[in-house]
C-alpha cells in the first residue's frame, strides 16, 4: 500500500471544563494513504468536524499525534503550520471562508500566491479550476454576487487548486442540487485517484459511496469500519 499521508495516533480533544466539558474525540488512531478517499459519518457532536480541524492543524489534541505527510503537526510553529495548510491540506470548510473582499478568482488563487507564485501564473489556473466546477464567466464576480451554491462551488475549486495533497471537505455538497453535488464528488474522486489522499465528512450514505473506505464515529470514537458502500451508477458509469 502507498505511503500514509495522514496519520492520527490515539488521538483525544476535549471542548470545555467542568460541567460544559465534552470529549469530541477518544482514542482515535487513522490512517489515510495516497490515492485513498476515506469517509467519515456519524451523528451530529459524533466528532466529524473535530477530527478534521485536527487533520488540517487548525486546532491540535490533547493527546496523541497528527502527522501529515510524514511531519508531525505538534512538533512546527505556527509558521510551519501554515506552510503546511498552505502546501499540502486543501479545506473545504462548511462556513466556505470565503474573502468578501476578493473575487472568485482572487479567492481561489490565495493558496498560490501566498506559496509565492505571481498572479501572472496563479490567474490562469483559478480560472480553470472555476471551470472544472461549472463556474467559467464567474471568475470577476464577489461572492455576495454569487448564490450559495456557487460561492460553494468557489470553496471547492480553492481548495483543489495546486498540488496539494491530502484534501478534507466537511459536507462539501451541502449547498447544492443533486447534479452539481455529483460533479463535485466525481472532481474530489479525481483528485484522489490522481495521488492526493481525502477524507469526507458527510451523512450521506450516497455520498460515502465515492469512497474506498468508511468510518463511524459515535460520541468521539471509531465504532466501525467497513470497505466501500454499493458505488453509485454514475460513478460506475465514464463521465459524460
Same mark, same amino acid.
Given at each position: 500500500?502507498?505511503?500514509?499521508?495522514?496519520?492520527?495516533?490515539?488521538?483525544?480533544?476535549?471542548?470545555?471544563?467542568?460541567?460544559?466539558?465534552?470529549?469530541?474525540?477518544? =482514542?482515535?488512531?487513522?490512517? #489515510?494513504?495516497?490515492?485513498?478517499?476515506?469517509?467519515?459519518?456519524?451523528?451530529?457532536?459524533?466528532?466529524?468536524?473535530?477530527?478534521? %480541524?485536527?487533520?488540517?492543524?487548525? =486546532?491540535?489534541?490533547?493527546?496523541?499525534?497528527?502527522?501529515?505527510? !510524514?511531519?508531525?503537526?505538534?512538533?512546527?510553529?505556527?509558521?510551519?503550520?501554515? $506552510?503546511?495548510?498552505?502546501?499540502? #491540506? !486543501?479545506?473545504?470548510?462548511? /462556513?466556505? %471562508?470565503?474573502?468578501?473582499?476578493?473575487?472568485? /478568482? $482572487? %479567492?481561489?488563487?490565495?493558496?498560490?500566491?501566498?506559496?509565492?507564485?505571481?498572479?501572472?501564473?496563479?490567474?490562469?489556473?483559478? $480560472?480553470?479550476?472555476?471551470?472544472?466546477?461549472?463556474?467559467?464567466?464567474? /471568475?470577476?464576480?464577489?461572492?455576495?454576487?454569487?448564490?450559495?451554491?456557487?460561492?460553494?462551488?468557489?470553496?471547492?475549486?480553492?481548495?483543489?487548486?495546486? =498540488?496539494?495533497?491530502?484534501?478534507?471537505? +466537511?459536507?462539501?455538497?451541502?449547498?447544492? +442540487?443533486?447534479?452539481?453535488? @455529483?460533479?463535485?464528488?466525481?472532481?474530489?474522486?479525481?483528485?484522489?485517484?490522481? !495521488?492526493?489522499?481525502? #477524507?469526507?465528512?458527510?451523512? @450521506?450514505?450516497?455520498?460515502?459511496?465515492?469512497?474506498?473506505?468508511?468510518?463511524?464515529?459515535?460520541?468521539?470514537?471509531?465504532? =466501525?469500519?467497513?470497505?466501500?458502500?454499493?458505488?453509485?451508477?454514475?460513478?460506475?458509469?465514464?463521465?459524460?
Amino acid at each position: 500500500m502507498s505511503a500514509s499521508v495522514l496519520e492520527l495516533q490515539g488521538v483525544y480533544r476535549t471542548h470545555g471544563t467542568g460541567e460544559t466539558k465534552v470529549h469530541a474525540l477518544r =482514542d482515535v488512531s487513522l490512517a #489515510v494513504h495516497a490515492g485513498e478517499l476515506v469517509a467519515v459519518m456519524g451523528p451530529s457532536g459524533s466528532g466529524k468536524s473535530t477530527l478534521l %480541524n485536527l487533520a488540517g492543524g487548525l =486546532d491540535g489534541p490533547d493527546q496523541g499525534t497528527v502527522v501529515v505527510e !510524514g511531519r508531525p503537526l505538534s512538533t512546527l510553529n505556527k509558521r510551519q503550520l501554515a $506552510e503546511v495548510r498552505r502546501h499540502s #491540506v !486543501g479545506y473545504v470548510f462548511q /462556513a466556505l %471562508n470565503l474573502l468578501p473582499s476578493l473575487t472568485a /478568482a $482572487e %479567492n481561489v488563487a490565495l493558496p498560490l500566491e501566498l506559496s509565492g507564485m505571481p498572479i501572472r501564473k496563479a490567474r490562469p489556473l483559478a $480560472e480553470a479550476a472555476l471551470s472544472e466546477v461549472d463556474l467559467a464567466g464567474h /471568475a470577476d464576480r464577489f461572492p455576495d454576487e454569487m448564490s450559495g451554491g456557487q460561492q460553494q462551488r468557489v470553496a471547492i475549486a480553492r481548495a483543489l487548486i495546486g =498540488d496539494r495533497r491530502l484534501v478534507l471537505a +466537511d459536507e462539501p455538497t451541502g449547498a447544492l +442540487d443533486s447534479t452539481t453535488g @455529483e460533479a463535485v464528488l466525481r472532481l474530489l474522486r479525481a483528485r484522489v485517484d490522481a !495521488g492526493a489522499a481525502g #477524507v469526507l465528512v458527510t451523512h @450521506e450514505a450516497r455520498h460515502a459511496a465515492w469512497a474506498d473506505r468508511v468510518i463511524f464515529l459515535r460520541d468521539g470514537s471509531i465504532v =466501525d469500519t467497513s470497505g466501500p458502500l454499493a458505488k453509485p451508477e454514475s460513478l460506475l458509469a465514464p463521465a459524460s
